[in-house]
T-cell receptor
Framework: DARVTQTPRHKVTEMGQEVTMRCQPI?????VFWYRQTMMQGLELLAY????????DSGMPKDRFSAEMPDATLATLKIQPSEPRDSAVYFC???????????FGQGTRLTVV | DAKTTQPPSMDCAEGRAANLPCNHS???????VYWYRQIHSQGPQYIIH???NNETNEMASLIITEDRKSSTLILPHATLRDTAVYYC????????????FGAGTTVTVRA
């Protein structure tokens, strides 16, 4: 059963620490999305990649956030330094260009204290 | 992408059909209507999409009005596991598909 895998599922860290969230897209999918969900803002698109190249990261705070795809099987989202306002659930999703369905992972719940 | 308007919440009885409305009065001719849902503590899940014809799959039916300014997602026999937030999204299929989620409708299925 193909699925998007995110690690870790939960992360508690202190303010100022670096946080790295990982995503393994479904094998063969060439589009990867990062979303953030909070009670106040709902689901926000942070960035997305096509064939490992960033297409749009306009939703991402550039000073502290970075997203990369070191290879086709791994996407990473880093926050450095982390702040309490970064506390949220971060979702990764993958899909195929030209197709209509995006598959979401279970999310990483981040708490910055 | 055009915006959508959905009621914030609705209840339905288990075993009955759940009809979820969505208004998208500014939809363009090349924009599709998509529905996703998010069960508590899970990632969003694709349900169905359509352009102008009614669509049906194993999860739901999508009814789009002739003028395409509104649509209804129908869950034919709602179960407790259908309790979720349902998102109606319109987007151009040919564009790199940035899915923009609104607030959605919180559907509670009651026994």
């Amino acid at each position: 059963d193909a699925r998007v895998t995110q690690t870790p599922r939960h992360k508690v860290t202190e303010m100022g620490q670096e946080v790295t969230m990982r995503c393994q897209p479904i094998l063969g999918h060439n589009t990867v999305f990062w979303y953030r969900q909070t009670m106040m803002q709902g689901l926000e698109l942070l960035a997305y990649f096509r064939n490992r190249a960033p297409l749009d990261d306009s939703g991402m705070p550039k000073d502290r956030f970075s997203a990369e795809m070191p290879d086709a099987t791994l996407a990473t989202l880093k926050i450095q330094p982390s702040e309490p306002r970064d506390s949220a659930v971060y979702f990764c999703a993958s899909g195929l260009q030209g197709h209509t369905e995006a598959f979401f992972g279970q999310g990483t719940r981040l708490t910055v204290v | 992408d055009a915006k959508t308007t959905q009621p914030p919440s609705m209840d339905c009885a288990e075993g009955r059909a759940a009809n979820l409305p969505c208004n998208h009065s500014t939809i363009s001719g090349n924009e599709y209507v998509y529905w996703y849902r998010q069960i508590h503590s899970q990632g969003p899940q694709y349900i169905i999409h359509g352009l102008k014809n009614n669509e049906t799959n194993e999860m739901a039916s999508l009814i789009i009005t002739e003028d395409r300014k509104s649509s209804t997602l129908i869950l034919p026999h709602a179960t407790l596991r259908d309790t979720a937030v349902y998102y109606c999204i319109v987007r151009v299929a040919s564009r790199d598909y940035k899915l923009s989620f609104g607030a959605g409708t919180t559907v509670t299925v009651r026994a």
